[in-house]
């Protein structure tokens, strides 16, 4: 039977279309990874950083000999980017409408130098490193007071939105707050006002006793997908302690985080045929004052839990969809975490 499923997080609604007994093999799609490009023509391959605005920071291989490439990460402007830290920031009203300058900063983290690895490659070492730049490039761009929420994902695939096979992720951050992080912030406040404990702890308690949403329970991190997913074999990454800020993430929890995500990739390369996928790393705002909104960040340490959604495109948005803001999701997310325990990888 089918049901609907509220998700209290974003207060939204999913069907959960059980009927249509949706396995692995029904959700593969095989048109997922852009074309590549010629090494000489990527601009993210090692020998074409002109190609590239300069960049902001980079890790280097201190142990990297003569004619090697020094850079292991880097991290960039966007050359076409949705916004700009030049743009002088303003608001206005335009009858009705309300409107802000493109004011922000849009960045691009180069994984890795090789174009043939993709992130489910990496090693759980190089893969911290990848985190550990989320986390610094996080924390400095935080120090804006002018920016209201800063967002890092990845898209792996054309169908994700991924328009070079060089694997990358990014980075924005915008003078707004935007209408879904809004909400999930309310909702967290409002949860922890009423009950004095965070909700994303309480969701994770629930799921460990329950456990078949379970995919990975490890000594710090939990990965299992959501009572309510939207979309077939998403998947919730967060820490088991209460940690707000990713910002502040230590090395330690780092490093078990890349174990998980990169065991997590795996498992959806086995299960899904190495799917296109978007991920979404959702930390807190950046705690600024705000005029006449005094108390609006007081509990935010204690409300919001940091995690990380992971969300393999292998299902189309349609009419439905679109028309009601409901999602319908053909896998059962009980069924979704079983497959993905039980992958061999």
């Known amino acids: 039977m089918s049901e609907l499923r509220y998700d209290p997080v974003r207060r939204t609604w999913v069907i959960i279309a059980t009927e249509r007994g949706m396995r692995p093999i029904h959700v593969q799609r095989h048109d997922k990874v852009p074309k590549p490009v010629s090494k000489s023509v990527c601009p993210f391959c090692p020998g074409n950083e002109d190609r590239t605005p300069p960049e902001i920071m980079s890790l280097k291989d201190p142990e990297a000999g003569p004619g090697a490439v020094r850079w292991q990460i880097r991290v960039i402007p966007n050359k076409f980017p949705a916004l700009t830290i030049e743009s002088s920031q303003e608001r206005h009203g335009k009858g009705i409408y309300d409107v802000v300058s493109g004011f922000g900063a849009h960045e691009v983290i180069v994984e890795t130098p090789s174009d043939e690895e993709q992130m489910a490659d990496f090693s759980v070492s190089h893969l911290r490193n990848v985190f550990s730049v989320y986390r610094d490039r996080l924390s400095d761009l935080r120090r804006d007071s002018r920016f209201r929420y800063i967002i890092i994902f990845k898209n792996h695939g054309t169908e994700a939105g991924a328009s070079l096979l060089h694997s990358h992720s990014q980075i924005i951050a915008i003078p707004v707050t935007p209408s879904l992080i809004a909400v999930e912030l309310a909702s967290n406040r409002e949860y922890y006002l009423n009950k004095e404990r965070c909700m994303m702890c309480d969701i994770i308690h629930q799921e460990i006793e329950d456990g078949e949403r ?66 979404i790393l959702h930390s807190s705002p950046p705690v600024n004052p705000r005029p006449g909104k005094s108390d609006y960040w007081t509990s935010i340490a204690d409300d919001y839990h940091w995690h990380l959604d992971l969300i393999p495109r292998v299902t189309y948005i349609a009419g439905f969809e679109w028309g009601t803001g409901f999602q319908i999701n053909p896998a059962s997310p009980e069924d979704a975490a079983r497959f993905l325990r039980e992958a061999e990888i």
Not at 229 to 238: G, K, Q, V, W
Not at 257 to 268: P, W
């Open 214 to 279: 379970i995919v990975i329970n490890e000594e710090y991190f939990v990965a299992f997908t959501p009572f309510a997913s939207s979309f077939p074999f998403e998947l919730r990454i967060a820490p088991k302690i209460h940690k707000h800020d990713f910002s502040v993430v230590d090395e330690d929890h780092l490093q078990h985080f890349a174990a998980v995500v990169k065991e997590l990739l795996m498992r959806l390369r086995k299960v899904l045929n190495d799917p296109p996928y978007n991920f």
